[in-house]
């Protein structure tokens, strides 16, 4: 059985929670819902406990913040603030205001989708809305990662790189290093010669992320 797909599910109210783990009963063999209350956590927080659980989609409630709940900010503003943290997370919006969240600050490849959608537990639209969302940055860690072994094959077989090869090499190891928590990166090298050179000194370590990404490809 393949490896089952990991959604955090941030929202204020435990009724909404509720409804939304009760929709994704009717798809527990092929979903985890991990939801996560924000009740009186500080932003920070908040997004340390997304990246925490390593999960494969992150869904917000738009309206975070309330008195009662006393969250620092909507769910835009978390939003981007998790997108900081990790690029290639999938990110969406739900909301019961579909129009308001669509005014907000929110950018245009993120998914806004109403809460109506999981009225009907029977239909399956919005399970596969998200899992389409899913495996399209699956499909692109990928590509990145295939793209990048091909050069470094080309390079450890002696193979000498030209120079946009060797700038394109940087860049698809900065893509796939971000593509975990920013906020364990260590500073980039500015001279490319002598990163290029790092680059190489940790082949293992880069070996075993490509590895991995590769693995999440398959699943």
Do not use: W
């Not at 925490?52 to 913040?65: A, G, N, P, S, W």
């Not at 971000?178 to 990163?195: A, F, K």
Request: charged share 40%; glycine share 2%.
């Amino acid at each position: 059985m393949s490896k089952k797909y990991r959604i955090a599910y941030i929202d204020e109210e435990q009724k909404e929670i509720d409804d939304f783990l009760s929709y994704f009963d009717e798809y527990a063999d092929e979903i985890d819902i991990i939801p996560i209350h924000p009740n009186n956590k500080a932003t920070d927080e908040i997004v340390d406990e997304i990246i925490e659980q390593k999960c494969d989609l992150v869904i917000i409630d738009f309206y975070l913040k309330y008195a009662e709940s006393n969250v620092e900010v909507n769910g835009d503003e978390l939003l981007l603030r998790v997108k900081d943290r990790q690029l290639n997370l999938p990110l969406l919006i739900f909301t019961s205001r579909v129009e308001e969240a669509q005014d907000s600050f929110v950018s245009p490849e993120t998914l806004i989708c109403s809460k109506k959608e999981i009225n009907d537990p029977e239909n399956s639209s919005f399970k596969d809305k998200v899992v389409s969302h899913i495996e399209f940055y699956k499909k692109l860690k990928k590509r990145y990662q295939e793209e990048y072994s091909k050069l470094r094959l080309k390079q450890d077989s002696g193979e000498k790189l030209t120079g946009k090869e060797k700038k394109r090499v940087i860049e698809l190891n900065h893509i796939l290093e971000e593509m975990s928590d920013r906020q364990r990166l260590v500073t980039p090298i500015e001279n490319q010669d002598q990163e290029l050179t790092e680059i190489n000194a940790l082949v293992d370590k880069t070996e075993e992320l490509i590895q991995k990404l590769s693995k999440e490809g398959d699943v």
